[in-house]
């Protein structure tokens, strides 16, 4: 069974701390991981991941995705009390199409 | 590009009515849109995959009867609750990709239902 496993659940920081998000995952039809940001409303798309060793990044945001020991980071440095939300990651499983999600880990920056 | 409205983006109703959730994409034609519920504290689980044209296929565990989707058009998706109970009450969410199936999921924002 396909199995998607974040951790840490939740974390609290202060701002200007660098945080980093762990998305595990076991998958049998692997296509590409996604990392999305939920705030209040639906998640907003922040990263497509495909290859193994590549970063994507944006701004303060960036990811990174190891296809052999199964697992993707998420890091934001120098966090800001608007880096307060849920961050979930997820798989779209070729054959398929469909997202897996994992449970998310709920960030709080302090200020 | 590549937005996604949800309507309407709160319900409150009385068990045993039914609520109609529409789902559009605004600026492009979705082949395939998805239905997702999220429960407090809680990831989204899948519910269904729609396409245009065809009969929705629903994740193992939810009821297309009580669940009834509906994608009449490239830019229109909608789910039925029908005869909603209390349990029913969730964050209601669809997604939809750009060109169809294998392309990136951009989500709509939701809808609260609430059944009293």
């Known amino acids: 069974e396909d199995k998607v496993v974040q951790s840490p659940l939740s974390l609290v920081v202060h701002e200007g701390d660098t945080v980093t998000l762990n998305c595990s995952y076991e998958v049998t039809n692997f296509r590409s991981l996604l990392w999305y940001k939920q705030e209040k409303k639906a998640p907003t798309f922040l990263f497509m991941l495909t290859s193994s060793g590549i970063e994507k990044k944006s701004g303060r945001l960036s990811s990174i995705l190891d296809k052999k020991e199964l697992f993707s980071i998420l890091n934001i440095t120098a966090t800001q009390t608007g880096d307060s939300a849920i961050y979930l990651c997820a798989f779209d499983t070729s054959g398929t199409y469909k997202y897996i999600f994992g449970t998310g880990t709920r960030l709080k920056v302090l200020a | 590009g590549a937005v996604v409205s949800q309507h309407p983006s709160w319900v409150i109703c009385k068990s045993g009515t039914s609520v109609k959730i529409e789902c559009r994409s605004l600026?492009?034609?979705?082949?395939?849109m998805f239905w997702y519920r999220q429960f407090p504290k809680q990831s989204l689980m899948l519910m269904a995959t729609s396409n245009e044209g065809s009969k929705a296929t629903y994740e193992q565990g939810v009821e297309k009867d009580k669940f009834l989707i509906n994608h009449a058009s490239l830019t229109l998706s909608t789910l039925t609750v029908t005869s909603a109970h209390p349990e029913d009450s969730s964050f209601y969410i669809c997604?939809?990709?750009?060109?169809?199936?294998?392309?990136?999921?951009?989500f709509g924002p939701g809808t609260r239902l609430l059944v009293l």
């Open positions: 997604s939809a990709s750009l060109a169809g199936a294998g392309e990136t999921q951009y």
């Open positions: 600026d492009f034609q979705a082949t395939t």
